[in-house]
DNA sequence: TTTATATTTGAGCATATGTTCAGATATTCT
DNA sequence: AGAATATCTGAACATATGCTCAAATATAAA
């Protein structure tokens, strides 16, 4: 029941299931964008940026405050979560107001959260 | 309207925005419990094996051939998942089937997927 | 135009992450 | 018990990440 014959030097128990799981798989294109979307979340502070943005928009400096940071720190998570297209800014003055561009990482952070207090 | 007598050096530009931001704000440990959920979707490799076990449930050597990496590389990923117990496992003999413990990751890799496919 | 403010950018650095290799466990079959 | 198989574990290493500092931009007010 082993073979051994594959691309890679593994075992494969079960090859139809190996079969049917590349068969099935998402693009690598989808899978990378999926991670960066899931990478986007996973730090805490980026994290904390977006559920304060859920409240109201925040300038740099008012979120480097909460977040207790520098405001550099800021604009380097918000530039990330920018090219994501997770958070918008509109400017007024020299301020520049950032909040989220829609509800998915609201949704996201939501389900999980409703999974984690079981 | 500047004020800089905060804990942090940073200016504040709103102060009453900060404030609500850290009244509404999730406990710390909360937010590391949502920051390691996220984490474990945001690597390809333990991405494609959630996506692969929504199929059918898969042994540590068919992953690793699904996967074209050592056997060992997908250990060390399973582990990080049963941790956050993301997969569960059932033992036939010497063989490990492991499987998703419940469909929230699928609800979430669902939800992000619709959202990047627009 | 000069000065001050709000934000961005790039470099540098410490830590985290993901992989492989080699060797340890655990289970099954003789 | 001894051999074979499936998985796990720890060390080592290369890369990625997130922060701060210093300096650059951009807008507004004097």
Chains 1, 2 share one sequence.
Do not use: W
């Amino acid at each position: 029941m082993k073979k051994s014959e594959d691309l890679c030097q593994c075992r494969i128990i079960h090859e139809e299931r190996v079969a049917g799981a590349r068969q099935k798989a998402l693009e690598v294109h989808e899978i990378e964008e999926l991670s960066q979307l899931f990478k986007a979340l996973a730090d805490p502070t980026r994290l904390k940026i977006i559920l304060a943005l859920e409240q109201e928009e925040m300038c740099v400096c008012d979120l480097a405050a909460f977040l207790a940071v520098t405001e550099s720190a800021v604009s380097h998570q918000l530039r990330l979560l920018r090219q994501l297209h997770l958070v918008t800014n509109r400017r007024q003055g020299p301020i520049l107001y950032y909040r989220l561009t829609d509800c998915l990482v609201s949704r996201l952070a939501q389900l999980a959260l409703e999974h984690i207090r079981e």
